[in-house]
């Protein structure tokens, strides 16, 4: 059950779609002073060191960050990614890489409340180790929030997401980034979606996903576009075509409910960079389209 670790792929060309979209999510909810809980259901360690044995295996953050890490002309919302990945390797020298708790502690405001599920033993402990030397940070720097700002819990992430809903604030931006390892991770995101959008229908909702050939990837998508919210984006990055061996990982997605206006504009201006840039073969692409319940109408765009 727990053979996923995120440590093998962290900052992989998946990560940097993911978390440069998510450093763009908070951006937009800090625009509003009232505070927002950010709930990652899948919080992963919160940090990763490159040079650990699982990350040297792999290697695969090699060809994700590593390729933009001395690029001078990154679009600005990759400069922002970038950027925040910078802090944490003020040496100039790329060693550490940051989980989505770490983007999330880094962009949420001292008022915003972070709550992160994780439930494989060992990551656990990390999560809670780099948790606990965050707010050693915060309190150096004399930033104290008024209660728990951030909570850790060893718990399901999609039973977790549902205690939480609705936000005492109103106001919520959700991450859901399960390893889909088990062909359920599918049923039960579109499943805790479907609940969420119930109980609390205004938050905003980010998924991450493979995108693979496995039939329940391939419809997996489709299926959140017909859940009852407001709005949707979906992005997908391929960093190569279709290889034969079906083997790795070439594309994912992102399909967020409820996204920011700003988002799509952003989207268009970043992922032509993304495909030069993380490109591994003329396959290499990406796609943007998105809809809404109001008109049922679906823009579809792409290269
Ligand atoms: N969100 C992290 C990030 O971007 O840095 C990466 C998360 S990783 C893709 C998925 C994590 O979910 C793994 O660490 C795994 O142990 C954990 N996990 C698996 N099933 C879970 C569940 N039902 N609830 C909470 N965590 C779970």
Redesign the pocket.
């Known amino acids: 059950m ?1 053979s ?3 440590a093998f ?2 900052g992989n060309h998946a ?1 940097v779609l ?2 440069f979209i ?1 450093v763009q999510l908070h951006k937009y909810m800090n625009q509003k002073d009232t505070a927002y809980t950010y709930i ?7 940090v ?1 060191a490159l040079d650990s044995a699982q990350a040297v295996k792999s290697g695969e953050y090699i060809d994700g960050i590593a390729r933009l890490w001395d690029r001078d002309d990154l679009p600005p919302a990759l400069a922002d990614y970038v950027g925040l990945v910078r802090t944490l390797n003020p040496s100039g020298k790329l060693r550490l890489y ?6 999330a502690d880094a962009e949420a405001r001292l008022e915003d409340r972070l709550r992160l ?4 033993p060992a ?1 656990i402990k990390l999560l809670a180790e780099n948790v606990r030397k965050l707010e050693a940070h915060h309190a150096e720097q004399g930033e104290r929030a008024r209660g728990r700002r951030i909570l850790v819990e060893r ?4 039973h ?1 997401l549902k205690a939480l809903l609705p936000p005492p604030s109103r106001r919520a931006l959700v ?1 859901i ?3 889909y390892e088990v062909k359920l ?1 599918y049923k ?1 995101v579109r499943d805790a979606l479907e609940e969420a959008l119930k109980r609390f229908p205004a938050g905003m909702y980010a998924v ?1 996903y493979p995108v693979l050939q496995r039939m329940e990837s391939r419809q997996f998508a489709d299926r959140l576009k017909r859940l009852p919210a407001k709005e949707w984006l979906h992005v997908t990055l391929s960093v190569a075509g279709p290889r034969a061996d079906g083997n790795g990982l070439h594309s994912s997605g992102m399909l967020i409910l409820n996204p920011p206006y700003t988002l799509e504009a952003t989207l268009r201006e970043t992922m032509p960079y993304l495909v030069q840039v993380l490109g591994q073969d003329a396959g290499a692409t990406f796609r943007i389209e998105k809809g809404t319940q109001v008109t049922g109408a679906v823009a579809r765009e792409g290269v």
């Open positions: 727990f996923y670790r995120h792929h962290a990560d993911k978390h998510q990652d259901t899948h919080a992963g360690a919160g990763y940051p989980g989505s708790p770490w983007v599920f994780e439930l494989h990551d718990a399901d992430g999609f977790g991450l980034d399960p390893p991770d039960h991450w």
